[in-house]
Each structure stands twice: as structure tokens, then as C-alpha cells.
């Protein structure tokens, strides 16, 4: 392919991107409405410049014709949501800030749909990780209910068993995605409120945890594997909820200084308050760096996490900090 036209794709893509966070549910306000009309028309003329250059610029290889007409399809379509943006002017049945609710979610859909054609060309731009109250409250129920089965009922071959079956229902469910539209359309619709865009075409972040769930219980190690648990149900959501509404100060792959500050605070007094509750036999000085090592590796690996998702790579990188720590302590697991 041409490199101007995939530096253009990718230009494009990234403003989107920006764009869809700044206009998050958790920063989105009436007074930013004038902006945001501003931003919009920006980018349709962006758009359209995209569209018309691209077959003149377009040295793609026969085999990448296909890949790059179905991009160019999904940037029609984009040009067709951006057209049909609320209009003041129009009086609707439904109050402004829900209009523009349901646009935000037609532009999400439509840009995980450009991203997911754009890395059939090795174009890659980030997904969309948007505000989700509902998935926030489901991952920190998520977290107390695994935890509560690793501390009351579950011997570590239970904690083996219970998680293969876990895992085994979340890739059988994956597999169904792969081979039927209609099974993935069904099962993300159950999925719908607790679901990311981007899970339409990639795994779905539960059936990463519960691998990462399998791997950890493979340890035998009831503290490990509820630090692990622990640190990614309470201090991920929180990192998001701070990240995407106070973060100011970007760092890589679409986290904020502020979000990752939040990730490790609450991920070490997530851990600390397991340790003391259910290992009292642990130090105090002890507790307290393992929680810390728990948090910050959880902290690095939502970090760096991009073509992994970080729902696998969250509760592995804490349980090793975990670990690390009771090996260097002589602390028992």
C-alpha cells in the first residue's frame, strides 16, 4: 500500500479516536456542544478529503484491493453517521443529551468497525474502552464473588476445575462467534450492557480473565490467586472512572498519569485489606509490600497492554508480583 494513504488511514482513525474519548459520557456537558459541532465538521471534512484522494493514491497490492474497499465501505458509512448528527434546529421527542448519547454510540460501533478492517491491512489503532458504569459495578462483583469461592468453598483442585469450566464456556462461546454471525450477534446482545465496542470483533475481555483465572489457579495458591483477583475487579474500573474524567497527563496506549496513579493506590489497599483479612499471619511490613508489588505490576500491565487484553494481563502480572514477594520473604503461598 501506498505509506501516504496508510498514514492518512491512520491520522484519520486516531482523530476519531480522540475525539470519541473527549466526547465520553463521563466528560460529555451542554456547554461543549458548540465544540463539539466544531470538531465534527472538522472531521467530516477530513473525511471527505480521505475518501476522494484515496483512489489516486491508492498503490494497493491486488491481494489488499479487497481488505481496502471494505475500509473505504466503512468510511462511507462514517461520512453517513457524521451527516446525521442531532440538529437544533430539529425538534425531537427525545431531550438533547440522550440524542447525542445515541449518536456517540453509532459513532463507537462505526470506529471499532474501521479499526477492525484497518488492522486486516497491519494498520493498527487503538479500541474504545468508553465509560460503563454497568461494567465498572460488574467487575467489582465479578471480583467478590470469585473471591468469596477461593476463601469459603473452593480447595485448590476445586479452584482448578471451577476455572476450566469457566474458561472452557467462555472460548466454546468465542468459537461459536467465529463460525456464526447470528451466534455472535445473539451472545453480544446478552453481553450488551457490560461489553466494550470493540468485543464485537475481538475476544471478549471475561473469557481473558477467566484464562488468566485457569493460569492462576494452576498455582494452588488461595492468596495469589485473591490478590490477583482483587487488584483488577476494584483498581481497573476506578483507573477508568478517573482516568477518563480528570486524566489530563497521557502516557501510552490511551492511559493518563492519573488513571494509572489511581490503579495502583486502590490496587494496593484492594490487596492489603485480602492480606490482613484472610492471611493475618502475614506481617504488616510484609502485607504492605506485597499489596504495593501486587498493585504496581497490575499498574504496568494495564499500562503496556494493547494487542493483549488487559484483563488477562492485569490479575497474571499481580499474582506475580504476589509471588514475587513471598519468595523473597519466605512467605508461604
Known amino acids: 500500500m501506498s505509506p501516504t494513504l496508510v498514514m492518512e488511514s491512520q491520522d484519520f482513525a486516531l482523530k476519531l479516536r ?5 466526547f465520553d459520557t ?3 456537558r451542554s456547554e461543549l456542544e458548540a465544540v463539539t459541532r466544531e470538531r465534527l465538521a472538522t472531521l467530516e471534512r477530513d473525511l471527505n478529503r480521505l475518501l476522494e484522494a484515496s483512489p489516486k493514491k491508492a498503490e494497493v497490492r491486488e491481494a489488499m484491493k479487497d481488505k481496502w474497499q471494505k475500509v473505504e465501505a466503512r468510511l462511507a458509512e462514517l461520512s453517513t453517521v457524521l451527516r446525521n448528527s442531532p440538529n437544533p434546529k430539529v425538534k425531537e421527542e ?5 440524542q447525542w448519547k445515541e449518536f456517540r454510540a453509532r459513532l463507537q460501533s462505526v470506529y471499532e468497525d474501521i479499526a477492525s ?3 486486516t491491512l497491519d494498520i493498527h489503532v487503538p479500541s474504545l474502552r468508553p465509560t460503563n458504569y454497568a461494567r465498572n459495578v460488574f467487575h467489582v462483583i465479578s471480583a467478590l464473588s470469585v473471591l468469596a469461592l477461593i476463601q469459603y468453598i473452593l480447595n485448590p483442585t476445586g479452584m482448578i476445575i471451577a476455572a476450566a469450566a469457566f474458561a472452557l ?3 466454546g462461546m468465542e468459537t461459536a462467534r467465529r463460525y456464526s454471525s447470528s451466534a455472535n450477534t445473539l451472545i453480544m446482545k446478552a453481553f450488551t450492557p ?3 465496542p470493540h468485543e464485537y470483533h475481538r475476544v471478549n475481555s471475561a473469557t481473558w480473565y477467566v484464562s488468566a483465572l485457569l493460569i492462576l489457579s494452576l498455582t494452588g495458591s488461595a492468596l495469589m490467586c485473591s490478590v490477583a483477583v482483587i487488584v483488577l475487579g476494584f483498581a481497573d474500573p476506578a483507573a477508568a472512572l478517573i482516568g477518563r474524567r480528570f486524566g489530563r497527563i497521557s502516557l501510552i496506549n490511551g492511559r493518563s498519569l492519573e488513571g494509572t496513579l489511581t490503579f495502583i493506590v486502590t490496587g494496593f489497599l484492594g490487596a492489603l485489606g485480602v492480606i490482613q483479612i484472610w492471611h493475618p499471619e502475614i506481617t504488616l511490613s510484609n502485607a504492605c509490600l506485597m499489596a504495593a508489588v501486587a498493585a504496581v505490576f ?5 499500562l503496556v497492554s494493547s494487542k493483549v487484553d488487559d484483563n488477562m494481563t492485569i490479575p497474571l502480572a499481580s499474582g506475580a508480583g504476589c509471588a514475587l514477594i513471598a519468595l523473597l520473604c519466605e512467605i508461604p503461598l
Open 194 to 196: 457490560v461489553a466494550h
Open 169 to 171: 464456556a467462555g472460548w
Open 18 to 22: 480522540e475525539f470519541l474519548e473527549d
Open 298 to 302: 497490575g499498574g504496568v500491565a494495564e
Open 117 to 119: 478492517e484497518l488492522r
Open 26 to 28: 463521563a466528560r460529555w
Open 94 to 98: 427525545t431531550a438533547p443529551r440522550e
